[in-house]
């Protein structure tokens, strides 16, 4: 059964960071793969500066093309609006439960709110987390600093940011260096983020 890690975000639009901590995550753990799974926008909120659904999925099939062991998911886009993690999961084992086991992918600073997602302790019940370092304030509960089940990787620190690539490349600087060369190309070609 191959190990799958979910790495959930926006990606608006993916960047350089997401790909070295992706890759990091299925060459340095015992993960096989890592998924982008692209959150879909909310309909409840349209946020101006979030491009629409498949632009966003096409950028990370973009960034992905390369890596066999990386792959873009579109699994929330036909799930109940709002995504719930804990129900995205549930879905997911219904679909592939012989398939795949799925842990989950998440920042030091998400876990720092871990208690605060929905139905969390069922989460830890049925999946591992794989952790990597964030600046960041506060601190982690002690439940979650030597559980079973929560791994932490020693992942470089990333910090670059989706929202700093939009703006900067709105101010017309070059942020080419941050884009995989595939996003940058369909980045520009669609004359996304610069208005």
């Given at each position: 059964?191959?190990?799958?890690?979910?790495?959930?975000?926006?990606?608006?639009?993916?960047?350089?960071?997401?790909?070295?901590?992706?890759?990091?995550?299925?060459?340095?753990?015992?993960?096989?793969?890592?998924?982008?799974v692209?959150?879909?926008?909310?309909?409840?909120?349209?946020?101006k500066?979030?491009?629409?659904?498949h632009?966003?999925?096409?950028?990370v099939f973009?960034?992905?093309q390369?890596?066999?062991?990386?792959?873009?998911s579109?699994?929330?886009?036909?799930?109940?609006?709002?995504?719930?993690?804990?129900?995205?999961?549930?879905?997911?084992?219904?679909?592939?439960?012989?398939?795949?086991?799925?842990?989950?992918?998440m920042?030091?600073?998400?876990l720092?709110?871990?208690?605060?997602?929905?139905?969390?302790?069922?989460?830890?019940?049925?999946?591992?987390?794989?952790?990597?370092?964030?600046?960041?304030?506060?601190?982690?509960?002690?439940?979650?600093?030597?559980?079973?089940?929560?791994?932490?990787?020693?992942?470089?620190?990333?910090?670059?940011?989706?929202?700093?690539?939009?703006?900067?490349?709105?101010?017309?600087?070059?942020?080419?260096?941050?884009?995989?060369?595939?996003?940058?190309?369909?980045?520009?070609?669609?004359?996304?983020?610069?208005?």
């Amino acid at each position: 059964m191959k190990k799958v890690g979910l790495y959930f975000g926006t990606f608006n639009p993916i960047h350089v960071g997401h790909m070295v901590l992706a890759n990091h995550m299925v060459e340095f753990s015992d993960l096989d793969e890592v998924w982008f799974v692209v959150t879909p926008q909310s309909p409840f909120k349209t946020k101006k500066t979030l491009l629409d659904n498949h632009h966003r999925y096409q950028m990370v099939f973009e960034a992905t093309q390369e890596f066999s062991k990386l792959k873009p998911s579109k699994i929330e886009f036909d799930l109940p609006q709002p995504n719930y993690t804990v129900d995205t999961l549930a879905h997911l084992l219904d679909t592939y439960e012989n398939d795949y086991e799925f842990s989950l992918i998440m920042g030091e600073d998400n876990l720092k709110s871990f208690h605060k997602w929905k139905n969390y302790d069922v989460i830890l019940e049925h999946h591992d987390i794989y952790v990597y370092p964030r600046i960041s304030e506060g601190t982690t509960e002690d439940r979650f600093k030597n559980h079973a089940r929560i791994h932490r990787i020693d992942a470089p620190i990333m910090e670059i940011s989706s929202t700093f690539i939009r703006k900067q490349h709105k101010a017309g600087k070059n942020i080419r260096p941050m884009l995989p060369d595939a996003v940058w190309k369909y980045m520009d070609e669609m004359n996304f983020y610069r208005t």
